[in-house]
């Protein structure tokens, strides 16, 4: 049995979250670089996937998104004061008993994005962890439900000692091809699709120059299934 998840976002709750996002993040870096800028949508729902490597990472990322959006946490950051911020923020807990694709999907129609870090924690190694399957079952599901939704795969490093944020964002990958295949095979279609994703953040981690990533993307044998974004050499900065 799955339950129904309640969105508790508000415009003012929204509003005053911004600021202090935004003015936290201006404390703590200096600069924000962002290649590949032109491919984070500017309005319309899209799916952001990104590696997970810092508890600076959802933040950063509702700074560069900077309108209203959907993400999943895991639900032991919803507790107390923080939760309650978080749920005001978007948040909503990654729990199989909920009913999380019918929930994006609604929010889908409601044109905001969602945010998800595949891997599912955070992970200090330097490397990116294989992707578990919520964000092929989201897309799936908008998909099924005649809603095109466009994956942006995306790479957020830092480097620490010169205070420094760098993003990298990929081309977007429609699912819709995904279908046939995925009412045949569900489940092999789900892992393709994530093993896929995770070899397009691998390549765009690599790009920004994290060798860990580097490394493991060669010992791939098959490959990048999606092309890397063409503007990937091109980049923004932005100050913090």
């Not at 990654?94 to 994006?104: E, I, M, Q, S």
């Not at 939704?149 to 010169?162: F, K």
Request: charge should be positive.
């Amino acid at each position: 049995m799955t339950y129904k998840i309640q969105d508790w976002k508000d415009p003012f709750s929204y509003f005053f979250l911004s600021v202090f996002v935004k003015t936290l993040i201006a404390l703590f870096f200096s600069k924000i670089e962002v290649r590949g800028a032109k491919g984070l949508p500017k309005h319309g729902p899209f799916i952001c996937a990104a590696n997970h490597t810092s508890r600076w990472d959802g933040l950063v990322l509702g700074k560069l998104i900077d309108r209203p959006s959907t993400f999943m946490v895991h639900p032991n950051e919803l507790k107390g004061l923080q939760g309650a911020l978080l749920r005001k923020g978007g948040a909503f807990p990654a729990n199989p008993k909920l009913d999380f694709a019918g929930f994006v999907s609604e929010r889908f129609r409601h044109n905001e994005p969602f945010i998800i870090f595949p891997e599912g924690n955070v992970f200090y190694d330097g490397q990116t962890h294989p992707f578990k399957k919520g964000v092929a079952k989201v897309a799936l599901t908008a998909a099924q439900q005649n809603l095109d939704v466009p994956i942006i795969p995306l790479a957020v490093g830092y480097q620490w000692t010169r205070r420094k944020i760098v993003v990298s964002v990929g081309a977007p990958i429609s699912v819709v091809d995904y279908l046939s295949e995925y009412d045949q095979n569900p489940a092999g279609t789900t892992s393709n699709l994530c093993k896929a994703l995770h070899r397009e953040v691998l390549a765009l981690r690599a790009e920004l120059g994290f060798e860990a990533d580097r490394k493991q993307l060669l010992s791939i044998k098959n490959g990048l299934h999606f092309l890397s974004n063409k503007d990937s050499n091109m980049s923004l900065s932005l100050s913090a």
